[in-house]
């Protein structure tokens, strides 16, 4: 089973039980969140950008406006800490103190790259879609020349990383379960509602089963 | 109307039309989200962590155990960088190049303190635990004095702020709206399934109006 070196930047120090370094654990939480966070220093400062991400292999991409602050940073080689986080739940406890969310979260590192051969550039823009909505790449009209050139997509290769994990239900301290209290977990889904089809949308059109199957 | 101050720090500069510096709507996607993701610069280098927050009027509040990396930095008055993002939807276009995220996004700086005072700290643990779930407070048992002297509270003033939102149908190019191309928003939603029982819940004890009527 591959695993992350366990080093001080990526070391989970706070709870270590609920810690992974396990590449299929954390890369299934990076598959499935449709955002991350890009954190970045500027001037020493701290900045955290919201961003669509996919994975390819061992990279992360990202794709955005060639004018874009993040693509540009991003793609000049600084390092980069990108953080995913999905919330599973709200764990209610009997005391407020043990009060929590389930939760997997992804902490990972690296030093991004400008991707600039067109063809990587098509794949990764590929892989970016279908990250979105699997299967929307084939349904769609692929990028055009003077798009792919205003379309800025950086790769950073996952040089470390780290996912915690918090699930089931709360633990109190011994002496709360006598408290007439209820406890337990109220789980949170992220689902899709119906699909709203876009007003100018010609008649006779079906919603594709990519959109009917969307279940993420 | 209140509003940031907009300066370089804050700024949106990718698709302006998108930005708000209205302190309304910023605090509306802040008090919605269940966490955010803090950034900050420890030794020339990024770090995003995942948190839970509330809101305190114009302060944002975070806590964990005294021991956490985030709570000493942040505590500490560091500049830090929290940024939150809540998903609506999937942008479905006739063409890849228009593919998005409907979201809304606030971006806000700030350096933190510690909540010290004993009387304020217990204000902060019920503001947090209202935001995890409204009424909550009132149902459970309240900190001791070890857990309040265990749990680090800091609070961040909120100097700048901007939120960015996207929403609506996909925008295609002209020519391609003659495509036989479905196109349209699948809307997301984060919503609660049945809440489960801790395992060691005594019999009786039904499950509170809290947690029945939850709604993010």
Same mark, same amino acid.
């Given at each position: 089973m591959a695993e992350f070196a366990v080093s001080p930047r990526n070391?989970?120090? /706070?709870?270590?039980? /609920?810690a992974s370094y396990d590449q299929a654990t954390i890369y299934q939480i990076i598959d499935q969140a449709l955002v991350c966070h890009v954190g970045f220093v500027q001037d020493g400062l701290p900045s955290v950008i919201p961003a669509n991400h996919a994975r390819l292999d061992d990279v992360l991409l990202l794709h955005g406006a060639q004018a874009s602050r993040l693509m540009q940073h991003v793609g000049a080689g600084h390092e980069v800490c990108v953080a995913i986080t999905l919330v599973d739940g709200l764990v209610l406890a009997?005391?407020?103190?043990h009060h929590s969310l389930n939760f997997r979260s992804v902490v990972l590192f690296g030093r991004g790259a400008i991707v600039d051969e067109e063809q990587e550039k098509l794949r990764a823009l590929k892989v970016l879609t279908e990250h979105i909505l699997p299967g929307r790449w084939d349904e769609v009209r692929e990028p055009s020349q003077s798009e792919l050139k205003a379309t800025a997509v950086v790769s950073i290769p996952i040089d470390s990383a780290s996912a915690k994990v918090r699930c089931g239900p709360p633990a109190d301290d011994e002496?709360?379960?006598?408290?007439?209290i209820w406890a337990g977990v109220l789980p949170l889904q992220q689902g899709a509602l119906e699909p709203v089809d876009e007003p100018g949308l010609s008649a006779g059109i079906p919603v594709p089963d990519s959109v009917l199957n969307y279940n993420r």
């Open positions: 070391q989970v120090k /706070r709870v270590p039980a /609920r009997r005391s407020v103190a002496e709360d379960y006598q408290l007439p």
